[in-house]
């Protein structure tokens, strides 16, 4: 369900952002990720209770996680959204999957969930992250070693 004030437009751009946000992960793209958040970005992580800016987020995340997991994506399908009354904030609940690598290197689901908030300075404007946080759903393997080579 989107917000009251949300339009077409946002969901396609939100879309969009979460589509761009995932071939990053995929191919491990941190530059083009970081670009995708403001610098004061607030979020959890698993190796931290509280990341508050964007150089701990890719260095004590993403450069810790993304390898491990292949074909990341979220499920815009599924996504729920809302925007604020001028359209410059919104909020976002979506599923996301990935394959993990147990240790032996047998492969499992990975299934999981994010919340986002992202802010824009116009209604034409790119989103920006200013709070993530993705976590795996109940009883999913909380490490993936990488898919062996």
């Known amino acids: 369900m989107a917000g009251d004030t949300a339009t077409d437009r946002d969901r396609e751009s939100l879309t969009a952002w979460l589509e761009g946000f995932s071939k990053e992960i995929q191919t491990l793209d941190y530059t083009s990720a970081r670009a995708r958040f403001v610098q004061d970005v607030t979020t959890f992580s698993t190796h931290k209770d509280i ?19 292949t074909g990341f994506h979220w499920d815009t399908a599924k996504m729920r959204f809302g925007t604020s009354a001028d359209r410059l ?4 609940a979506v ?13 499992f689901d990975r299934p999981g969930r994010g919340s986002l908030v992202l802010t824009r300075k116009s209604v034409d ?10 976590s795996l759903r109940h009883g999913v393997p909380a490490k993936s070693h990488g898919k062996p080579k």
């Not at 260095?59 to 491990?68: A, E, F, K, L, S």
């Not at 904030?89 to 976002?92: F, H, I, L, Q």
């Not at 404007?125 to 993705?134: F, K, L, N, R, S």
């Open 89 to 92: 904030m919104a909020w976002v």
């Open 51 to 69: 990341v508050s800016n964007l150089d701990e987020f890719e260095h004590d995340q993403w450069r810790h996680v993304w390898h491990t997991s």
């Open 125 to 134: 404007a790119p989103w920006q992250g200013v709070h993530v946080h993705v």
């Open 95 to 107: 599923p996301c999957a990935s394959t993990g690598y147990h240790e032996d290197g047998t492969e």
